[in-house]
Each structure stands twice: as C-alpha cells, then as structure tokens.
C-alpha cells in the first residue's frame, strides 16, 4: 500500500481504517502461521522426527544419544570371549623351507640335522575355477527289442547348464549382498572366469524366487499364528512410481511384499494382519488400527517427536515425557534382568501417576484452538504438539504397552532394521523395472532374513533352496 492509498482509506473514515487493519492483521497471523510451519520443516531431521538419516545431506546434527552412559570404556569387555585367527593343527598344505648354507660363513649346512623347526600359517583363497561335471547316462536295449536309458540325478535337465553352488552364489551376491546385474557379471567373471549374461542371472532370480515360495508361505502362517508381531513400510520405486514395502517380523521371522498402496489394500494382500489375533507393534500409521488385533505403539519415533517439540517448540513438558519413557524403559529392564515378570504394582502406579502428570502438562501448554473465525470443513488444525498429547492420552495402553507386557518391546526397530538393506538396495540400482522381479527379491530377501535369525547363514540356505533342501522357517512363537 502507497502514501496516498492509506491516505485515501483514512479520508473514508475510522471503519474503512479498521476494515484495512483488520485484512492486513489477518494475513500477517496467516503468513506467520506459514513462516513457522516453513520453519518447522527446516528444522526436522532424523534426530527429531521420522525423516532418515540419508535426508540430512550433509549438513547432518550433532549426535545427540537420549541414552544413558554406561560408565564402561569403548572396546572389548573384561570376560568378553573376543575372536582371533587361531593356528590350524593339520594344515592342508606343507611346505618345509630347508637350511643349505651358513648365513654367516657360508659353510654347507644340507647334511646336518635341524635342531628345531619354527613355524608360521597363511590363511588364504585356492584358485578359484567352476568344477564340470558329465553326467553319462547308459543305454541300453533290451532282448524284448526295448530301449531303457539311465535316469540322470534330479535337476539335471539340460546338456549344459550350472549347477546349484553358482546358482547359489549369484542370488547371494544379488539378492544379499544387492549387487546389480551389471557388477555382478563383472564380478563373477573376475572371480571364478564365468561369463555369465544378465539374462541367464535373471533366470536364476525368477527360479530362486519359485524355489522360495514354499517357505515363505509358512513364513507367512506362522507370523500369523505368533504372539507379537512388528509392521512396517517404506518407500520403494517401481516401474518409475513410488511403491510400498510392507514388512512383518518377529525375532525368528521376516516376510516382505511390494504393492502399489500403503494401507489397508497391501496389508490384506500380505495376508498376515487379516486374521492375526496377537499384538501388532507399528508407528500409528492409521490403517493398521482398520484390524481388531491389539496395538502397541513406537516409542522411539514418539522420542524423536518430543525432541523436536522440547527443542523447537520449546516446550518443557517434552523433555519430562522423555524422561518418563527412558525411566519406564529402565525400570522394565531392570525388572527383566532381575526375573521378573512383571513390574510391582507399586512402580506400576507410580509411572502411571508420573505419565498422567506428563500429559497434564501437556494440555496445559497446548490447549484447545479457538473456533475459526470463518466456518471451515473440518475440525480446527490443533498442531504437533496438541496431537501427540491426545495420542499419549486416549492411546496411552498402547504407548505403554511396554510396560504392562514384558514380551512387548519399546519400539519398533526390529521391522527399521529389516527394511533398512532394502533401501540400500534402492540405493544402489535405483528402482525396479520389473513387477516379477520385485516380487521374486521380496521371496528371496524374506526367506534369507528368517534363515539367518535361525543361525543358518545366508549362502548355506541358498545352496539348500537350490538342492531341493530349502531351510525351513520357524515355528510359530
């Protein structure tokens, strides 16, 4: 507005003056509502909210650990076992390096007799080269004028073809260790002289991928039938959209599926959360809460929102309800380690006095909204703070879930911990291009997970899954 537009205004007299203020405080609350939202987007990162640490770029924060120090110094602990290259007592190879001259003198020493023998072992790598084996299968006719061929050993159906320990180490090194195609030519060549084309290493995925079917649908029953289950999902690119990668685990247990949506529509065609009666453990993504299963809630995600609230919002309701959870959290592990079973029902109360104390003041710095001025659909925005109070309160047995159930955790980094190589796989080839494909890496990547938390390593299960052996899943827990 000009000099002479407010001079104008101010000639019409005090109503059109208040009329104006009135419009420019209006847009002044609007704009300061839009400067602190901005605001509070600049200033969340993986410490104080839900954001991945892949997305502070580099100008990542301080670490900041909500932990408590142990007291303890860094490295190896008095009684810890430790690990060290121990000497083989029979070697596999021999060589005995002889003694033929003085060093000194140079007198011929070939005749003489050692008088002791020290010794020194190198661990390492034999040439590495791919075994051919010809499998001859007779034939022969007999005096009834019939022609009977041997049978050949199962899975040996082509005149050429490789054989299950190549197979095995290129869904490894694909479908474990997430090298791409490309690289994984290049290293197969370099390692064992194989040539092996991208099309014949998507052979062997679409075949391992079949080959894993079986156990991942018990893997599937059985996270049905367990007591305590973790969900998750993140992000992952398809065919240039964004997909979704739901994740269902339990200590023993990992099953992953790919699907267009993220709610409910991927949670049914997962197949667990349908008719699963136990606890889901998840992050208060709404669709869960659509399944008559019990809840219990991340706590580590609710400890980065009230960092960002103490921190940003500067409010100290924030930093008691940390301080509350971190002392919840000591008390069950104490409890735990002690043998119990549960927590005293004097500690009981105190924490529950303590958490309702955290939410009174919580409402207190954060009460409710005025009713707009202008009629809007919908209730009245009632901000972060607000919202995560109202959660700790009508979701309180769920927050606390933890604390009432000690085969509950306290967060829900198991299922984080699952995803997190499937991002890197995202990482590292971009997206997938094939829906087959992705399909065949979530069987391959489910049944290598639940071999590895029941201590059968990575290649070992591979190799079964290849000689009609797979590793089974686990039993329901």
Sequence with gaps: MTREDALAVFRLGPDAVADVLLGMDERIRAQDARIAKLEGMMAKNSRNSSKPPSSDGLAKPAPKSLRKKSGRKPGGQQGHPGGTLE???????????????????????????????????????PPVELLVTEHQAEVKQCACGHTTTAAFPEGVVAPVQ????????????????????????????????????????????????????GSVDGIRDALGAAAVVHFDETGMRRNGKTNWMHCASTPTMSLFTLHNRRGMEAMDAAGVLPGFAGTAVHDYWKSYYHYKCSHALCNAHHLRD??????????????????????????????????????????????????????????????????????????????????????????????????????????????????????????????????????????????????RKNTTGAFEALSGLFQAHPAMSAAPE
């Design 162 to 213: 490789y054989g299950p320990c190549i197979k095995a180490t290129a869904i490894y090194l694909n479908g474990y260790q997430l090298l791409p195609y490309a690289r994984l030519c290049e290293t197969l060549r370099d390692l064992f002289n194989t040539p092996l084309s991208e099309g014949t290493l998507a052979n062997m995925v679409r075949q391992a991928g079949r080959l894993a079917q």
């Design 306 to 451: 009230l960092t960002y609230i103490h921190e940003q919002m500067e409010q100290p309701w924030a930093e008691e309800a940390i301080g509350t959870l971190l002392s919840i959290k000591e008390g069950v592990e104490a409890a735990k380690a002690a043998g119990s079973a549960a927590l005293a029902p004097d500690t009981l109360r105190d924490f529950e006095q303590r958490w309702q104390q955290v939410l009174d003041q919580g409402y207190a710095a954060n009460p409710d909204p005025p009713p707009p001025k202008k009629k809007k659909r919908g209730p009245p925005a009632k901000g972060k703070a607000r919202n995560l109070v109202e959660r700790f309160d009508h979701r309180r047995r769920e927050v606390l879930a933890f604390m009432h159930d000690f085969d509950i955790p306290f967060d829900n980094n198991l299922a984080e911990r699952d995803l997190r190589m499937n991002k890197v796989k995202q990482k590292i080839s971009g997206c997938f291009r094939d829906t087959g494909h992705s399909e065949d890496f979530c069987r391959i990547r489910s049944y290598i997970c639940t071999a």
């Design 87 to 125: 000497r083989r007592k029979n070697p596999d190879v021999v060589e005995a390096h002889r003694v033929d001259r003085c060093e000194k003198c140079g007198c011929d020493l070939r005749n003489e007799k050692a008088q002791g023998m020290e010794q020194r072992q190198v661990f390492d790598i």
